[in-house]
């Protein structure tokens, strides 16, 4: 079975499993003060700007989102957020687990905008009974989204602007941030993010890591004490060190980008090949995740070989289902081609 089902299916990057092995019988401090976590944050900080700006390990995404948010928001706050954000609805509750409410705004293509966000905030205050409502406190959005699309430099100036002016914290989940970053649509950079965002987070999970997120906290007033909050959520390491030594190799000469482009390039030709097949897409993701509209029948033949979300995704009509491939930093060229030539030949058997 050759899968496109997601990006983390995959171990890590052979440098980076290199690096472990290469350091494991050396001794280092715990709790990720050791002195990989601290290279890994130099390594990092050369796309940075802000001498202040902190940078922090963690394990996943999941509990990044939980963590940064819990840290932030005030016992009556809640998170706004795209209905289809990550936080909404593929974390169980994790967020509201914390006394904390999802406020969701109706997604365009995975995102919401800057004036979808000052009407929630408007409405709220201008309600009579806003005492009794949970209070917008922060911002959440996903750079990619989670249908692969991306915020431009406009967009997400826009949507700061507005943050600032409400004094709403924003926070930017870059778990798949790799792709968004090297994607031909892109315009924004890491220091670029640095400066719109209060918080946001580099995803190492999904591009070549065998786990861990650096949680990049550009206003570090917000969280003065992150690192309890850290240990409270069940985040700190003991052997925090495995995060550093991940990072480092990640950054050390461009080896996250080098990833991620591979990624991005492989979903790309898959989406330029399909649609000259002749198949339709619930949108266009310049990302490495695709969304082609294909016949169920062809659906069940597909599955058959290869592994792709096919039935999660929602139908076009009662014959057609959206499918979402998804290509990772070690997805092949050779199963690229596989999909694409099965592809044609049941295509022509029609």
Known sequence: MISFYNDYSEGAHERILD?????????SGGYGEDEYCEEAKTLIRRHLRKSETEIHFLVGGTQTNTTVIASILK???GVIAADTGHIAVHESGAIEATGHKVLTLPHHEGKINAGQIERLVRAHFDS??????VQPGMVYISQPTE???????????AISAVCRKFHLPLFIDGARLGAALV??????????????????????TKNGALFGEAVVIASPELTPYFRYMIKQKGGMLAKGRLLGIQFAELFRDDLYFDLARHAVTLAQ???KCIEELGYPFMLKSPTNQIFP?????????LEEKYSCSYWDWGRTD???????IVTSWATSEEAVNSFLNDLQKLTNAE
């Open 19 to 27: 690096a472990l092995i290469r350091t494991n019988r050396l001794q």
């Open 75 to 77: 016992p009556w706050q």
């Open 128 to 133: 009579e009974s806003f005492e009794h409502q």
């Open 147 to 157: 249908y692969g699309t991306i915020y431009s430099k406009a967009e997400l100036q």
């Open 183 to 204: 994607c031909a649509e892109n315009d924004l950079t890491i220091a670029d993010l640095e400066e719109l965002a209060d918080v946001f987070y580099i995803g190492g």
């Open 269 to 271: 030709r898959l989406q």
């Open 293 to 301: 509209v294909f016949p169920d029948e062809l659906i069940h033949q």
């Open 318 to 324: 009662p014959q057609h289902s959206i499918t979402r």
